[in-house]
T-cell receptor, first 109, second 115 residues
């Protein structure tokens, strides 16, 4: 399996702080995606970064990609309680995605 | 907005029952997927389909089958439910491979309990 691995498994911060989650993967990729899952719900796509990109921004999200280290990071700036969720990275195969086990983020008011 | 609808949010079934999980998408997507999600194991792909009547096994197809008779509908079938199939089941769809970066759109999930 090409499963990515997120780190840390769980992260607890205060509102206003930044949250950083990391993802490592094993094989070459075309792109890497990050998804969010609120408790007991489906996943929602957040951002996609292509293998020839090093950094991408979307609102309070910043994603980096280092293909030489086979790793990616997701930074959420100025966290809010509503950011509490699990975050997954996904590597892209031909038709399918392979998801990591996720990072559970808790943002306390 | 893409909408992926799973027919049930919660299901309770008995061991040995035949179980149908239904998923419908409204964006004319070619690809559809079924995952199960378990604590500590993440999302694992059961089956996917890239066209009507086509299906491909994922990582854990044993004990499951699928049906795709219409483009918008993808059904997951547990022929004889077992307790180890108690899980959260997630359906997803995506445009044809190579378009849109293979971004997947998920339903809200069905939490299945097999007693």
């Amino acid at each position: 399996s090409q499963q990515g691995e997120e780190d840390p498994q769980a992260l607890s911060i205060q509102e206003g702080e930044n949250a950083t989650m990391n993802c490592s993967y094993k094989t070459s990729i075309n792109n890497l995606q990050w998804y969010r899952q609120n408790s007991g719900r489906g996943l929602v796509h957040l951002i996609l970064i292509r293998s020839n990109e090093r950094e991408k921004h979307s609102g309070r999200l910043r994603v980096t990609l280092d293909t030489s280290k086979k790793s990616s990071s997701l930074l959420i700036t100025a966290s809010r309680a509503a950011d509490t969720a699990s975050y997954f990275c996904a590597t892209v195969g031909y038709s399918t995605l392979t998801f990591g086990k996720g990072t559970m983020l808790l943002v306390s008011p | 907005d893409v909408k992926v609808t799973q027919s049930s949010r919660y299901l309770v079934k008995r061991t040995g029952e035949k179980v149908f999980l239904e998923c419908v998408q409204d964006m004319d997507h070619e690809n559809m997927f079924w995952y199960r999600q378990d604590p500590g194991l993440g999302l694992r792909l059961i089956y996917f389909s890239y066209d009507v009547k086509m299906k491909e096994k994922g990582d854990i197809p044993e004990g499951y089958s699928v049906s795709r008779e219409k483009k918008e509908r993808f059904s997951l079938i547990l022929e004889s439910a077992s307790t180890n199939q108690t899980s959260m089941y997630l359906c997803a769809s995506s445009p044809r491979t190579g378009r849109g970066g293979n971004i997947q759109y998920f339903g809200a999930g069905t939490r299945l309990s097999v007693l």
